[in-house]
């Protein structure tokens, strides 16, 4: 971390009007368990893509992120576990590594598109774009009980310099106030198709959903603290 300039401020962070496009797909289990690092485990098949423009907050500049989360659990606790994160700004980055343990990697571009039932989300890193989403409103679409994601359980590790192992290996909770996707300010429903192109930095292409359940997109606010160590594995 920076002494003199420091490149975020501290958290909370509080934020507002966020904009979130889902799909909730069913994936191979033997490629979400490889997504899964150990001592966490293994819930169900189901897993979320996500794109979200975060146009207000304090503290951070607003950026745009995207995610992969499976649903996992460490001994009594159950919540998410986000395998792969990309991030449009370096203070995002850098503090979603530094303070949580999120894998965050800087995206080249993306963009969420919304035009009337219609809302289509892109994210781009190396040249490919990684991930793909396309969702289109419809009432009628049948309910769908998103598996639990929230709170997050991240597996911290940062190497030792000197390349002998791990000056940190933690597993930690993060708890968000106020995430309530399916009660947030906005909250359509509908149909969505996922597509990834192939990447062998950005790898999810191997997660090709055998099927999209459902999709989903919110407006809404949470604010962001610190997380809880439950284990130090060193």
Known sequence: MQIKSDLYPLPPYKYEEYRKLSAYCEGNENEIRDLIPSPLEYVTNIFEVSIINITKISGLKPYMEAALAVPVKYKNNFGGHVAYEWTSTDDALCCGREIWGYPKKLLDRAELLEKENLIKG????????????????????????PPILQPR????????????????????????????????????????AVSFEQSESDPLYRLMPIRVLSGAFAVGSFILDYGEELADLK
């Open 153 to 192: 359980l991240q597996l911290k590790i940062i190497p030792r310099a000197n390349g002998t192992g791990e000056d940190v290996k933690k597993i930690i909770l993060i708890p968000v106030k106020g995430w309530l996707p399916y009660e947030a300010t906005l909250l359509k429903t509908g149909k969505a």
């Open 122 to 145: 892109n994210v781009w890193r190396k040249g490919a774009k990684i991930l793909s989403i396309n969702f289109q409103i419809d009432t009628k679409h049948i309910n769908f009980e």
